[in-house]
């Protein structure tokens, strides 16, 4: 298949829109360059002009919203900025809240080092079940949003901050809406309290309308525009779709670098793929294309950026390429905003990405990929224009960005909303009508949430009001499903084994592909593990092996399993007992019995069950939806006796695909679900 660029042959409106976007990219200030100090680095950033105009801005006004390209320095300068004016004095503590996990704990490192701090100390960073902050020195506090959500519940005025800036808000985030709506009602009681809103897109007036409304305040809001240094990003597309977008962005990667003998072009490219198992496979095609590299030919230094890594291998990314190599980096959509790599001239965009999705009529909730919106694909190619002029490979026609959706929608407004409902309720937010949503959630979802949350006697039935449990149920970090199995396991005397699997599925990627290598080897160890219930109780297996075994890292290299998310199960785990202890429930072994467990286990899962049909699909209890058992699970191949499985999650690719299985009895899912599983709800059963 062939490139070809806009402006030179085809025709068509797109192409037009094309242009406009590269229009915006405007040509302007020199290239930093990592021999400078970080310092010099510091100054340089088109965001360090602005800064008394920040301070000023932030002073006198309640709400800054700050609109500057990714890379201006916003993430990184203006909590320092703050930190320098003294926002961080007496005690006060600057927050600045990020979407994505990865983004807060990198970000964090960096500043750590620019500030001079170790970090944890000065500068520090807190995501869910990982607080790298000191209570009593830390002054800037890197951390997910949801975090600072679940913060609202133990200081209903998040009184320790000073500022509190929302990052990425153009992304709107599930919990970034929420925190904005919580956020608003704390300013009215407390109003020395500063906000920060920033966005890497220009519609800004939709922020400035929010904070600006009812009853209108002087000075409540205003919006500060940075002008950003790009320069010109030349488009390329594809004549039709990729067949596999996978393949062709290795394809892509590996002409660009032989183009002359791979001596002509310099810079490093930036791949966007969807997930992790996309860019495992994309690593495994560069593996065996590797060594077909000419000798004199310069190197390919291929990376991945994705959440499931540890620290140590995300920094990697940001280290300058040697001379005489050339970085690949493949990322999912974290490297569209959150966090800048420099050196990129070349971006590769699949033109996908994966979301969450629910679909409030059968209560499922899923991971989709699908195609990116328009602001998303502008941004994406702007990211070969921050340090030189550069190219961005669409794979996919230009026709195809008139279908695609201007912006992408909220995240409030396509997710499952149970457990946030359960927590703006312990928030003391009873009223969910008068709530101030940025965007209002579909009232469908609302009303699958609220009876959820009745059903699992969380809310009272009569009032919508907290329950007992329910209260304490939010203060539990996980979701209800899983804080139900952990209630339930005082009922079926198997609290040790829940809570293992609790914190297993709360790691993600416990299996590892030994050096891109994928199948056999791993799939070899995985079996060593295996039980005939299912996949949690495989889980639990890993768990105890690891800890047997002494939770050795070279054990678990040797058994294609990932250190890193073993040590952090163990982590959540202790983290989850503590809550276990709090509430009372006691840790009781099952001795094996692993009926009991699985009982244990649809409690919390019933929503997710499925029965076995002979073409080797599952249909869901709920919504009779065709499911495909995930070629990982250990129930891939394997009819269960009894036909039927509850399953911790579902993806949307081609196809929809069930993932961490485990064999039930339907009965149990009738104990749970009947009183719940409404007439359409029964249609999968036969
Ligand atoms: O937030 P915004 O996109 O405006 O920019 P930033 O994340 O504050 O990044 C400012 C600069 O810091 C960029 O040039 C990044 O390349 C650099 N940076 C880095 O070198 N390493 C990191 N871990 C984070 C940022
Ligand atoms: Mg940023």
Known sequence: MQFWKPGTTAPGSSLDRATESEGALLQSAP????????????????IFKY?????????????????????????????????????????NVIA???????????????????VGSLLGDEVGYTIRFEDASDKERTRIKYMTDGMLFRETMVDPLLSKYSVIMIDEAHERSLYTDLLLGVLKKIRRKRPSLRLIISSATLDASMFLDYFSSSPPQPFEATVLNIPGRMYPVEIAYLSEPAEDYVREAVRVVWNLHMQGGGKSVEGDVLVFLTGREEIERALYEFSELLPTLPPNAPRLNVLALHAGLSTADQLQVFQPSERGTRKVVISTNIAEASVTIDGIRFVVDSGFVKMRMFNPTTSLASLVTQPISFSSATQRAGRAGRTAPGICYRLYPPSAMDT???STSP?????????????????????LMKFEWVSAPPAESVLRALEALVNAGMLGREDARLTDIGAKVAEVP????????????KEFKCGEEILTIAAMVAVQDVFVIPDGAPGAMAELERRKFTTEEGDHLTLLNVYNAFIKFGK???????????FRALSRAVSIRAQLKKYMSRFDIPTESCQG?????????????????AKWVADGTYRSVRGNVTLHVHPTSVLFTRKPRSGWVVFHEMEETKKTQIRVLTEIEPDWLLEYGHKYLDKHAGEGRT
Not at 31 to 46: A, G, K, Y
Not at 421 to 426: D, E, G, N, S, T
Not at 552 to 562: I, K, P, V, Y
Not at 594 to 606: F, I, N
């Open 552 to 562: 050795s890292s070279r054990w678990c290299s040797s058994h294609a399993l990932s």
């Open 593 to 609: 019995d692993s009926q009991r467990l699985r009982r244990c286990l649809v409690s919390g899962m019933w929503r997710n069950g």
């Open 31 to 46: 290239v930093s360059t990592t021999f400078i100090s970080l310092q010099e680095q510091r100054e340089r950033l088109p």
């Open 478 to 489: 996980v979701d209800i499903g899983a804080a139900r199995m952990l209630w339930s396991s």
């Open 96 to 114: 600045c809240t990020q979407p994505r996990r990865v983004a807060a704990t990198s970000v964090a490192t960096r500043v750590a080092q620019e």
């Open 51 to 91: 800064k008394q105009q920040l301070l000023y801005a932030i002073e006198t006004y309640g709400v800054t919203i700050v609109v500057a390209e990714t890379g201006s320095g916003k993430t990184t300068q203006l909590p320092q900025y703050l930190y320098e004016a003294g926002w961080a004095a007496n005690g």
């Open 404 to 406: 695609m959706p201007k």
């Open 411 to 431: 995240e409030i407004t396509r997710v499952d909303l149970t457990t946030p409902i359960l927590q703006l309720k312990a928030l003391g937010i009873d009223d």
